[in-house]
């Protein structure tokens, strides 16, 4: 009380977009809306330095996933990667394969920043990884264990193998 404060209203839902080629010339300030005077009391209100930014874009970074299937043996088909980022959507980031020595697959995506989960599949979900609930870099959410990172900067994930865990 009697302190300035910083007041943030985010209008990114709920109100039509911010057209800033608009000329904006009247802006509204109500001091307790909703509640009468009789109710609010005697108050005084002060207000100072009204800014009005643009809204930011979400960050996002070039993660690189990479999950090694020697240990599932020979793939027919391809290895997808699916989460959280793509609404589990099956087929939509498919993996390339490495060169013929290895069965390493890898996929480059953009990934907005903050914590994802992920899993593998072969042909978009006829297979999936079991994962083990409690093991270290996993989540279970809903009854499913699926792999989980915190994307804060452009990074290439440690290759993992089909159905292990990490660290």
């Not at 307790?32 to 207000?47: C, E, Q, S």
């Not at 394969?97 to 992920?118: H, R, S, V, Y």
């Not at 899993?119 to 083990?132: P, Q, S, V």
Request: with cysteine.
């Amino acid at each position: 009380k009697n302190a300035w404060e910083t007041l943030v209203f985010d209008f990114a839902t709920g109100t039509p977009t911010l057209n800033l080629t608009n000329s904006y010339k009247k802006m509204s300030i109500f001091f307790n809306f909703g509640v009468n005077g009789n109710t609010a009391g005697n108050k005084d209100y002060y207000f100072d330095d009204l800014m009005m930014l643009p809204p930011t874009a979400p960050v996002v970074s070039n993660d690189t996933f990479s999950v090694d299937m020697s240990k599932y043996g020979a793939v027919n088909g391809t290895v997808y990667v699916n989460g959280t980022f793509n609404s589990w959507c099956g087929s939509c980031n498919a993996m390339v394969k490495g060169t013929q020595d290895t069965n390493i697959w890898t996929a480059t995506l953009p990934i907005t920043n903050g914590p994802i989960e992920f899993k593998y599949t072969i042909n978009g979900w006829n297979i999936d990884e079991k994962l083990t609930s409690g093991t270290s870099c996993t989540i279970t959410t809903g009854g499913f264990t699926n792999r989980s990172y915190n994307v804060t900067t452009n990074v290439s994930l440690p290759t993992v193998c089909w159905e292990s865990r990490v660290g």
